[in-house]
């Protein structure tokens, strides 16, 4: 079972005529929206779930996997589908913050912070 969305509880946000989107892509979508969460150096076990901003990545991945397999041809409008969806996702990830995550910040501790004293 994913982790971010379910097929029949999130099926709304994963609708498209043009495709179906599965278990295994939802599967798919979790370790990248994982690994989008490492690589800004967040842990994705300190994540309270459910998290809307996480799931609409993960939805938007999941359609991007679903628009790319289903594409015959190198034509194919799912591809330009299949783009939007990768596009969008991307921008959703580079506006992660503590906030958005639900991630309290530390008390007494700042980004930079140093103490200062005589040597």
Known sequence: MAKYLDVITDAALLADPSFTVSE??????????????????????????????????????????????????????????????EKNAQALIKKLTREALGITVPAGTAFGQITLGRG
Do not use: C, M, Q, Y
Not at 32 to 51: A, C, I, K, M, Y
Not at 53 to 76: C, F, M, P, Q, Y
């Open 24 to 85: 295994a892509h939802l599967a798919a979508a979790d370790i990248f929206v994982d690994l989008s969460l490492h690589e800004r150096g967040f842990n994705p076990e300190d994540v309270t779930l459910p998290n809307a901003v996480l799931s609409e990545i993960a939805a938007n991945w999941a359609k991007r996997l679903s628009a790319t397999e289903g594409a015959i041809t190198e034509n194919s409008p799912l591809l330009a589908k299949a783009r939007e969806f």
